[in-house]
Nanobody
Framework: QVQLLQSGGGFVQPGGSLLLSCEASALTFTDYNMGWFRQGPGKEREFVEAITWSTKNTYYEDYARGRFTISRDNAKSTMYLQMNTLKHEEKAAYYC?????????????????WGQGTQVTVSS
C-alpha cells in the first residue's frame, strides 16, 4: 500500500523557519513528480511548490519565491520543503502529494497520492 509519511511542522513565530519532510513507500519514487500543497481554515487546498522526478525542474507560487525551497532525495524516497520567513497568514495544514510524471498539473485533483498532512502554526 502506497504511503506518504509526513514529518516536521509545528509552531513557529513569524519570521521563523520550518522543515517539512515527506517519505514515500511502496511506490517507485522516480516515477512521480512531487508537490507540496496547503489548506488554511475554511479554504481550498492550494499549490505551494513542485519538483519533477529528476529534480531538474521546480515550480512555485510567487509567494514562495525566495522563502520556500523544495528538494528531494531519490535515494531516500523523500521530499522536503524548507520554509523560511514564515508569515502569520501561512498557518495551514501542509500536504505532500505524488503525481505520476507526464501529468504535469498543479491541480490537487491531478495528484495520485497524498500524505496525512502536518499542521503549521505561525503565531507570536
Amino acid at each position: 500500500q502506497v504511503q506518504l509519511l509526513q514529518s516536521g511542522g509545528g509552531f513557529v513565530q513569524p519570521g521563523g523557519s520550518l522543515l517539512l519532510s515527506c517519505e514515500a513507500s511502496a511506490l517507485t519514487f522516480t516515477d512521480y513528480n512531487m508537490g507540496w500543497f496547503r489548506q488554511g481554515p475554511g479554504k481550498e487546498r492550494e499549490f505551494v511548490e513542485a519538483i519533477t522526478w529528476s529534480t531538474k525542474n521546480t515550480y512555485y507560487e510567487d509567494y514562495a519565491r525566495g522563502r520556500f525551497t523544495i528538494s528531494r532525495d531519490n535515494a531516500k524516497s523523500t521530499m522536503y520543503l524548507q520554509m523560511n520567513t514564515l508569515k502569520h497568514e501561512e498557518k495551514a495544514a501542509y500536504y505532500c502529494g505524488a503525481q505520476r510524471h507526464g501529468a504535469h498539473s498543479f491541480r490537487p485533483d491531478k495528484y495520485d497520492y497524498w500524505g496525512q498532512g502536518t499542521q503549521v502554526t505561525v503565531s507570536s
